[in-house]
């Protein structure tokens, strides 16, 4: 059965996924690491931020990988079977989190986050995995500030085009809609299927979204 084809009775029980989806945590990289600023480990609500994203993650995904310049630094917070892998390339920023994740994920999609975001909504990652049909590589939220690749899902036979895209130097998230062929899961479309859009919002209120790119598809 193809992802498209899921049957809809199946897309609302938790770990109707685990066998398909990976979920990926882009965390901080080494320069936030030495200068004891990791938002990964940023008290919330009674966890650390990490942990939080990992026990949301766990509603769909059963690996989950965590991206980081610097994976020492979570070896005392993030507990197998968690794993933790190195950037694509040291100081490439999201975009080789994202290339380094797609291609070491062991399932054939992938839930991508970045790690300051407390709010993840495995609802809209599960509205997203319906639109990620055949020739569809990745699934973003969007509002009318643009788009959300960190909190988007993937199609993990992406990963080498991610991947060249690092090895040219174009390390932008801004890359990506240029790159794949993508699909949105907009605002409007949320507040239809009852899911807030809170869950784009990093710890700090902010939403960090690439501008609207409409016209690159």
Not at 88 to 93: P, T
Not at 113 to 129: E, N, Y
């Amino acid at each position: 059965m193809s992802l498209g084809r899921k049957r809809s009775d199946d897309l609302a029980g938790e770990g109707a996924w685990a066998d398909m989806l990976s979920g990926i945590i882009i965390a901080d990289g080494e320069r936030r690491a030495l200068s004891g600023g990791m938002k990964s480990l940023y008290p919330f609500e009674g966890e650390t931020l990490i942990e939080r994203q990992i026990r949301l993650l766990r509603r769909l995904c059963e690996e989950i990988v965590v991206v980081t310049d610097s994976p020492r630094s979570y070896l005392s917070c993030v507990a197998p079977p968690v794993r933790i892998v190195s950037n694509y390339r040291r100081g490439a920023g999201p975009l080789g989190g994202i290339a380094a994740g797609l291609s070491l994920a062991q399932r054939p999609y992938a839930w991508v986050v970045g790690c300051d975001m407390p709010f993840l909504s495995p609802d809209a990652a599960v509205g997203m995995l319906k639109k990620l049909v055949p020739g569809v590589e990745a699934v973003w939220p969007s509002d009318a500030n643009g788009l959300y690749p960190l909190h988007g899902v993937y199609d993990c036979r992406c990963a080498p085009r991610v991947a060249a895209l690092v090895e040219e130097g174009r390390t932008s998230l801004a890359e990506l809609p240029r790159s794949l062929a993508w699909e949105e899961l907009t605002e409007g479309e949320c507040g239809r299927l009852g899911i807030g859009f809170e869950f784009v919002s990093t710890i700090d209120g902010s939403r960090l979204a690439l501008e609207p790119l409409h016209d690159v598809r």
